[in-house]
């Protein structure tokens, strides 16, 4: 069995682009996608300056993020050492591509699925090198065996300073750069400049989608980004993958799950006899928001008639297939807690209180993990994620109940209101904490896009003052001035949920909004 990877030879690169021109020819890739592509930056300072070239494409990792959170085993590895890819079970949900720390992946705009390099492997199975290996005119790509000592590029790892791209994600990638200059390697190294790239004019293209890195004034520093030190004087854009579906269905598992975390408070309180507050209304809630999740996850993939591939052809290292059945189960009980409501069985309601609070943490958590799983958005991979999942649901349960009080009788309307005052304190003592803490560089310029840059607005009048501020001022003035009226109320958990909405949406766009290539 082989192991095998690449070596790009900076130092002989010359940025003709016949790698990415023949890959494109070998594999019929479409116009604004690639798989490898050549990347052009600019250093030093007029007169001495220097332009460099860095070939980018998929890393073939040993420890390969894109498989593990893959659902349905769609990318494997082949027997030689290669990732490669199955469009047969792909369905398109574009997690591989958060979870590639390289922005090696991609949709085909032409077959819906996720399609990187693959090493031309139809190529390597028949003896034959891979199309850009052969094109390159300095020989400045090669391939072999990194566990044969013996072979070219296993010597000039061991004898030449080498390096791979973002070590730090302990992907342990499989192709290696000799003489690449580090800012090259490191976009958050880079900038462009205000008039854009060589053959590019704008940092926008025509579907609006930005383009992977830092604007910078032509021929200055950015004062709030440090370690910029050389300018991108060309390279390609990606898409934004996961946008304002990811978002929603943030929000309505959140509701789902909290809205039976109060349901399951009234029963241990004593009013399991609430027949509509607690027995029948709250699962139909539940399951009617179940339901609009489970409407956002399929129609966010590329792929959606294949969505049964979940189950059929589910890979269990992938929190997508775990939060399948995680859901699934917290939708039975869901359907049970409203018979033992509809049938008036008190008994059923207390045992499943159990069953109903672990489904609903569940339910409000799993995307932590799954979040985890997307090595490639550092902002993601806060140990808060899962705690704030948490508290946003006790606050949407809070909200739900605030706004149900306004048609129905709710027991302990007093409770359900400390319930969502608690639940947006908790949030938003936890989002302090992670926005004062230090993490990586990545993290850093994503909090930067959350607070400060392209989604401030959205984060702070949306997600801090609709979502946070005035639901609790709200519920304050209410339980201060011990108001009966559920006006209020009900509509600061409107508030609440809407904000709610506005900070994820931040969240999940600024995880995404820091380059990776």
Known sequence: MTRLGFLLD??????????????KSEHDVPLGVNRTW???????TFPDVARKFSVMRCNQCDDAPCMAICPTSALYRADNGVVDFQDDNCIGCKSCMNA???????????????????????????????SCQIVCPTEAIKIGDLDDPFSEISRIIARDDVAVRAPEQNTKPKVYYRGADQASLDPTRTAIAADGMIWAETLRNGSGARHPSIPVELGTKPTDHEGVVARTAYTTSHQMTWKEKVSGYLVTKAVAAGVMLVAALMVVLGHGDAQAAVGVIPPMVAGAFLGITGVLLIWDLKQPARFHYLIMKGNWSSWLVKGAYILMAFSAVCGLWWIGGLTETGGLLEILVVPAVLGAIGTAG????????????????TPLLLPVLLAQAVTAGGAAY????????????TAVRWVLLGGVLTTAALIAVELTSHGSRHVELAVHAMTRGTYADR???????????VPAAAIIVVLAADIDSPLLPGAAGLAALVGMFAYEDSFVRAGQSVPLS
């Open 10 to 23: 900076s130092d002989n690169c010359i940025g003709c682009h016949a790698c990415t021109v023949a890959c």
């Open 38 to 44: 050549v990347k052009y930056i600019e250093t030093g």
């Open 100 to 130: 590639c720390p390289y922005d090696a992946l991609y949709i085909n705009p032409e077959t819906n699925t996720a399609h990187k390099c693959n090493m031309c492997n139809h190529r390597i199975e028949v003896g034959l090198e891979p």
């Open 366 to 381: 799993y995307t932590a993990y799954l979040f985890g799983q997307c090595e490639g958005r550092d902002l993601w991979q």
């Open 402 to 413: 605030a706004v149900l009080d306004l048609f129905v009788d709710v027991p302990e309307p």
């Open 459 to 469: 984060f702070w009048w949306g997600g801090v003052v609709l979502g946070l501020v």
